[in-house]
């Protein structure tokens, strides 16, 4: 079986080489789509008939460990299948205008790349033993390294991948730790023995090695530093899959872990505090930099950063809750995380590829160089809104429905008197993460679509081709179905999270479901009534006089548009506040307060993370003190190598006659 | 069903009374004969009948933009119990679902104000959505206070149990009402955060968001605020009348004169805060609700114990 799985393999990347060059994408589309059929035909058996073995896929290369769906792999394999087909199907337009420029073999590797993305990702949450996962891990981490490397000519796009990739390793030697241990202990390294181990040996050393390494892939704070240099280095599309379902694969780890401790409280109650408070570091962490970001795809990755912190949230409720005996709580933290996981997936994917189209159009992602892209990109604009409303949990999109669940978690938690102090904290995190989403996207929104423009190449830009639009408009859909029919979105949710929970949850998901089917019929009224309020006004507006007139200027004559408010002033305020947590680097000079005509300037300025700085430097330091010290031992002098030469010879002697070596 | 549209009445009453309220206050205060008690109202009645002027920079979104900035605010407003009233609609976890109505409304009005261009609309965007984030997490703990007392989570249920309360709780709840009331302050745009009154455009807040608007729009953004104020005002006036006295007029009339004159009063004594102090003084109130959360929760348990 395994040399059928290889030939297939070879098969499809021999048809992408052999394919011309414009068709190419077209074979990766078929395979894509394919294998995203079979995923979602898996999921749809595996939902309903319960968990399918796929025993023989690996025996040869593996020995005993299967491949098998279960609830949750079903759950991560439909979110994977969706957002593959969405963004194969993207990268036609994105690529296009790079196929003169790159060398036919370049671009064949891409999208073996990409295909070798997509399926990894379902390997990765099929595989039931360690070291399947652990092969699929890491093919799934060379794939978006090469991915990232598309643009490899650039300096910055280099730097981006190796840092990714060595980032990536280091949490892949957690990784591999962590089921060595598991191994040893048990004498198998299926996620099922986690379980047994969590029995017989000390838990949580074993918890956080495989929290390290699962959170470097879902970019938990402090290793989320290599989100947002690899998002803006690697094209759009490979950004959305990464950002949108690839991060995932790290918090589909985390739940694995947590399914298998069910019966000891203590633990679970530990384990729920520890994902809680990473949760809600990781969530405030990223939103208050992606609100100061001026790059899109900076303040996207950021924001990909605070969308794991709100599923971790929503992990520890559902542990703690759990734990202090509440199956509402623990189910409406769970299908709340569950929920966002999927949410996410949509709206990050759409959200890339809205900045795939603005960059390809623009060539630059640099908001302060936009503005007014509504009236030249208006399909986009109209769904990156979309986009834009659900990412910031408003009402009536997907987003608000998963935070509702956390929320009503929380609240019942705060109401009954269980575990007060954590759902207060989570409360408080969640809402001050919402607030501040709503800065961070009413700024990339308003900076980037609205207003008007900044720079002449907006003037240039047009929409971008209707494969691309296609591609968006999948997750929109979703969004929407999911937004507007919420009590039908939830009951796979709901039935995904009772079989990871392992409780008997009716009355729990009885309770949460009524709301939802009136969050249903409020969400439509609240549809019908700005229907309403326009038709009203439309009508009321009909026979009177609509001038149009410049923008007030406040009594100024000579505004011209480089005077609009930039994305960097719009989030001043927000970093008075939070200057502590970023280090600026600025090139340039800013306009002197001495000088009443100012002259030209030329001012850039980069709010970096602090962590970034923190964890890339005190290694630099330490290198460049190392190398001071052996820089010593480098005279130049040939009497002086003879000396350390000689004194080498001395050591080894005396350490062979004391019998050391 | 008749109480509820009872409700809807009154709460609506309430809405379009507190400005003139405070607007006769703010007269007497000051030794003026003022405006009538009805003018707003009239006002608004007047927009109602223009036309309109819009910028050729702006979008559709512009357009839409007061309709979702009132239609967000109408469906919140039809949450709120006036004390043992019941609201017309209501639903487990509904104190959320209003919260982020609000902030739909406010996401509304920023973008729009993005929209013109307008370097001035777009510094009072800037500060709206800084504000608006920040007083997040107080009308979240505020909301969290009185699901923690009552063990509900919605107005409607939160408000009918809250009569069994235990009276070592009151003053807690009146410091929940003060805490929603400065979130009025922050959210309505008033003294000290923001002068409604003030007639340069560097240190406007709410209003110069709306530089742009005329005619029906503006009259409708006018509207939604009084429903917004209302939402607030009623909450607060709840909370105090659940330890004092828990019928629909007492909080009616105290959603009314209470937020009325207190803002009257507020907005004729004291200046408005430097800009740069307003972020201090709404952490402030961050700090002071999670204060009250926490009294409150202490409380609770040391009476259980």
């Known amino acids: ?661 | 069903m008749l109480v509820k549209l009872f409700n809807t009445l009154l709460m609506l009453l309430v809405a379009l009374s507190i400005t003139g309220v405070i607007n006769r206050t703010r007269a007497i205060l000051a030794g003026r004969k003022g405006i009538r008690f009805m003018q707003h109202i009239y006002n608004v009645g007047l927009q109602l009948r223009k036309g309109a002027v819009y910028s050729p920079t702006t979008t559709i979104l512009f357009r839409i933009a007061p309709c979702v900035y009132l239609g967000a605010a109408l469906m919140a407003f039809l949450f709120i119990p006036i004390a043992d009233l019941e609201p017309i609609l209501s639903f487990h976890g509904d104190i959320i679902f209003v919260a982020y109505l609000l902030s739909l409304s406010r996401v509304a009005i920023v973008l729009a104000a993005l929209d013109t261009g307008s370097s001035f609309e777009g510094m009072g965007a800037a500060r709206e959505a800084l504000y608006g984030a920040l007083v997040e997490p107080a009308l979240m703990m505020g909301m969290a206070t009185l699901a923690l007392f009552c063990g509900y989570s919605s107005f409607a249920e939160i408000f009918s149990t809250a009569q069994e309360l235990n009276t070592n709780l009151t003053v807690v709840l009146l410091l929940v009402a003060y805490v929603f009331v400065i979130i009025m302050f922050i959210e309505a745009g008033r003294v000290p955060v923001d002068d409604p009154r003030t007639h340069l455009e560097l240190t406007m807040i709410h209003e110069v968001m709306c530089l742009d608007y005329s005619g029906v729009d503006m009259a409708m953004i006018h509207i939604a605020g009084w429903l917004k104020n209302s939402i607030f005002a009623m909450i607060a006036a709840n909370a105090v009348a659940v330890v004092i006295c828990f019928h629909w007029w007492f909080a009616a009339l105290l959603a009314v004169l209470g937020t009325g004159i207190a803002i009257g009063i507020v907005e004729s004594l004291r200046a408005r805060n430097k800009l740069v102090r307003n972020t201090t003084y709404i952490l402030t109130i961050v700090a002071m609700s999670a204060l009250v959360l926490l009294t409150g929760f202490l409380l609770i348990q040391n009476i259980e114990i």
């Not at chain 1, 009443?596 to 300037?601: E, R, T, V």
């Not at chain 1, 709010?607 to 330091?621: A, C, F, I, N, T």
Request: charged residues 10%; neutral net charge; glycine residues 8%.
């Open chain 1, 1 to 661: 079986m395994y040399i059928y799985a290889l030939l297939v393999a070879l098969a499809v990347i021999f048809a992408i080489f052999l394919a011309p060059l414009r068709h190419k994408v077209w074979v990766a589309t078929g395979v894509t789509a394919i294998a995203a059929g079979t995923a979602i035909t898996l999921a749809v058996m595996s939902l309903t008939g319960g968990v399918i073995e796929l025993a023989h896929l690996s025996t040869e290369l593996f020995g005993s460990e299967t491949f098998k769906v279960d609830a949750l792999s079903s759950l991560f394999l439909v979110i994977i299948a969706l957002a593959s087909v969405a963004v194969v199907l993207y990268s036609r337009g994105y690529v296009e205008s790079y196929l003169k420029r790159f060398s036919s073999a370049h671009i064949s590797l891409h999208y073996t790349a990409l295909v070798t993305l997509c399926v990894s990702m379902m390997l990765v949450v099929m595989s039931s033993g360690g070291f399947s996962f652990l092969f699929s891990w890491e093919l799934m981490t060379i794939a978006s390294f090469l991915l990232i490397l598309f643009e490899a000519e650039r300096q910055d796009v280099r730097r981006a991948a190796l840092n990714y990739l060595v980032m990536m390793h280091i949490g892949f030697i957690f990784l591999v730790a962590g089921f060595v241990m598991l191994y040893n202990v048990t004498g198998s390294a299926n996620f099922s023995a986690i379980e047994q181990y969590f029995k017989i040996a000390a838990p949580l050393p074993l918890f956080i090695i495989l929290f390290i390494g699962f959170g470097m892939k879902a970019g938990l704070f402090p290793m989320h530093i290599w989100l947002p240099e690899a998002h803006p280095a690697a094209p759009s599309h490979v950004s959305a899959i990464m950002s949108g379902v690839m991060i995932k694969t790290g918090i589909y780890g985390v739940i694995r872990m947590m399914q298998a401790i069910d019966h000891n409280i203590e633990l679970l109650y530990t384990i729920g505090l520890i994902v809680l408070l990473s949760g809600i570091i990781t969530g405030l962490w990223g939103i208050i930099l992606a609100a100061m970001q001026n790059d899109i795809k900076r303040l996207l990755a950021y924001s990909s950063i605070e969308n794991v912190g709100v599923i971790l949230i929503g992990l520890g409720i559902a542990a703690v809750g759990h734990a202090a005996g509440s199956n509402l709580i623990g189910m409406c933290g769970m299908c709340g995380a569950l929920l966002h996981i999927v949410n996410h997936s949509f709206f990050k994917t759409m959200l890339f590829m809205g900045a795939g189209n603005i960059y390809s159009k623009m060539h630059t992602t640099t908001m302060n160089q936009m503005g007014g892209l509504a009236k030249q990109m208006p399909i986009t604009a109209i769904l990156v809104m979309f986009a834009t409303v659900a990412i910031c949990a408003l009402p009536p999109l997907n987003g608000f429905v998963s935070e509702l669940l956390m929320y009503i978690g929380m609240f019942n938690g705060v109401s009954d008197g269980h575990e007060v102090l954590y759902s207060v904290a989570a409360i408080i995190a969640l809402s001050l993460i919402g607030g501040i989403a709503v800065l961070a996207f009413t700024k990339l929104y308003g900076i980037v679509f609205l207003g008007s423009p900044r720079s002449h190449h907006v003037a240039e830009a047009t929409e971008v081709d209707n494969y691309r639009i296609c591609a968006m408009a999948i997750p929109a859909v979703m969004i929407l179905f999911i937004g507007l029919l919420p009590q039908v979105a939830i009951r796979p949710i709901a039935y995904i999270a009772e079989a990871v929970t392992g409780a008997d949850s009716v009355a729990a998901i009885d309770y949460f479901s009524s709301t939802l089917t009136t969050l249903c019929y409020v969400s439509w009224a609240l549809l019908l009534v700005i229907a309403l309020l326009y038709f009203v006004k439309r009508h009321a507006q009909r026979n009177r006089k609509i001038e149009t007139g410049p923008t007030w200027g406040c009594g100024f004559t000579a505004l011209n548009t480089r005077m609009q408010y930039t994305g960097e002033s719009y989030s001043e305020g927000m970093e008075n506040i939070a200057k502590t947590l970023i280090k600026n680097t600025v090139d340039g000079r800013s306009v002197d307060k001495s000088e009443i005509f100012p002259s030209k300037h030329n001012y850039d300025i980069k709010h970096k993370d602090k962590v970034d700085s923190l964890l890339g430097q005190w290694w630099v330091k330490m290198l460049h003190r190392l190398n001071e010290y052996v820089m010593r031992l480098r005279t130049g002098r040939v009497n002086n190598y003879i000396t350390f030469a000689l004194g080498f010879l001395v050591v080894v002697l005396i350490l062979t006659l004391v019998g050391i070596i």
